[in-house]
């Protein structure tokens, strides 16, 4: 069973960046987050393979996010710079198995989230 626990969320103004990071008891065929504004329905963010790097990016956070693994941690991170009051969301670390075809809001395995509030 694949257990994933989020953490790195908090408050900061525009401009300035977060990173989370995922911890997980053993590693998906795919992971990545994706997160969830009050009121609005998930939106993924990016959808990593692990065993190759490959990523496919939102358009909405491409350019600003990155996404990185360290395998000896157990540990995914998302790296975020120049937030906007617009990625103010709980954000949810994902994982899923092979082939991973689906969308990762509604993949297998969900962390319980972190909070970003991106306010001035």
């Not at 990173?19 to 963010?45: H, N």
């Not at 790097?53 to 996010?65: D, L």
């Not at 120049?82 to 395995?109: E, F, N, R, V, W």
């Amino acid at each position: 069973q694949v257990h994933l626990v989020e953490s790195g969320g908090g408050s900061v103004q525009p401009g300035e960046s977060l990173r989370l990071s995922c911890v997980y008891t053993s590693r998906p065929y795919c992971m990545g987050w994706f997160r969830q504004a009050p009121g609005k329905e998930r939106e993924g963010i990016v959808r990593l393979f692990t065993h190759d790097g490959g990523a496919i990016w939102a358009e909405a956070v491409k350019g600003r996010f990155t996404i990185s693994q360290d395998n000896a941690k157990k540990t995914l991170y998302l790296q975020m710079s120049s937030l906007a009051p617009g990625d103010t969301a709980m954000y949810y670390c994902a994982g899923d198995d092979s082939p991973c075809a689906g969308y990762i809001k509604d993949a297998k395995y969900q962390g319980q989230g972190t909070q970003v509030t991106v306010s001035s």
